[in-house]
């Protein structure tokens, strides 16, 4: 457990609507990262951030946005959800100083319809 | 292009029955090999680091080993509860960042 806390764990909306996923850690860890995962693909990485206001898009960033006020807290957002956002999204933080492995929170499933 | 495949896609085991899970990648310059396990409705459960060819890790009934082109993860005298998908992550390539293979689902019969 690496103090990792989404929060919704489950989500219906509609298309069109905007839509806030949040992750929280408790070990302030500087590297926090948000995922997705589809069937038939790995996961993929959406938004990622080095630091408070410091965040840099990953390789399916259309669509989302992100963002880090305080640590402890990383927000992703889905301005106009659209039902190719209906996936499983997890956030993920980087381990201790000088550690490249990631540990990720137990998942938010969203609904699109 | 930086990909991680992963094989096969699924694998049904008797329990005790020993076998090897693939992860074959092209990586340029491959700075670590990771494997995890994810259950059913949860997120990946981090397994292992392989940082350098030749390198082996082992945790209870898993063994985790690595080449310059692939890795493998055996399993030996597998039980039921060791019934997941295994997931494979290569870090590094022009993006930095860890590239996943989409996984082998494990199924282990007692």
């Known amino acids: 457990d690496a103090g990792i806390t989404q929060s919704p764990r489950h989500k219906v909306t509609e298309t069109g609507t905007p839509v806030t996923l949040r992750c929280h850690q408790t070990?302030?860890?500087?590297?926090m990262y948000w995922y997705r995962q589809d069937p038939g693909h790995g996961l993929r990485l959406i938004h990622y951030s080095y630091g408070v206001k410091d965040t840099d898009k990953g390789e399916v960033s259309d669509g989302y946005s992100v963002s880090r006020s305080k640590t402890e807290d990383f927000l992703l957002t889905l301005e106009s959800a659209t039902s190719s956002q209906t996936s499983v999204y997890f956030c993920?933080?980087?381990?201790?100083?000088?550690?490249?492995?990631?540990?990720f929170g137990p998942g938010t499933r969203l609904t699109v319809l | 292009e930086d990909q991680v495949t992963q094989s096969p896609e699924a694998l049904r085991l008797q329990e005790g029955e020993s076998s090897s899970l693939n992860c074959s990648y092209t990586?340029?310059?491959?700075?670590?090999l990771f494997w995890y396990r994810q259950d059913p409705g949860k997120g990946p459960e981090f397994l292992f680091t392989?940082?350098?060819a030749g390198e082996e890790k082992e945790k209870e009934r898993l063994k985790a080993t690595l080449t310059k082109k692939e890795s493998f993860l055996h399993i030996t005298a597998p039980k039921p509860e060791d019934s997941a998908t295994y997931l494979c992550a290569a870090y590094g390539g022009a993006t930095n960042k860890l590239i996943f293979g989409t996984g082998t689902l494990l199924a282990v019969q007692p």
């Open positions: 990586v340029s310059g491959l700075r670590g």
């Open positions: 993920a933080i980087r381990g201790t100083s000088g550690s490249d492995e990631q540990f």
């Open positions: 070990e302030n860890h500087r590297y």
């Open positions: 392989l940082y350098s």
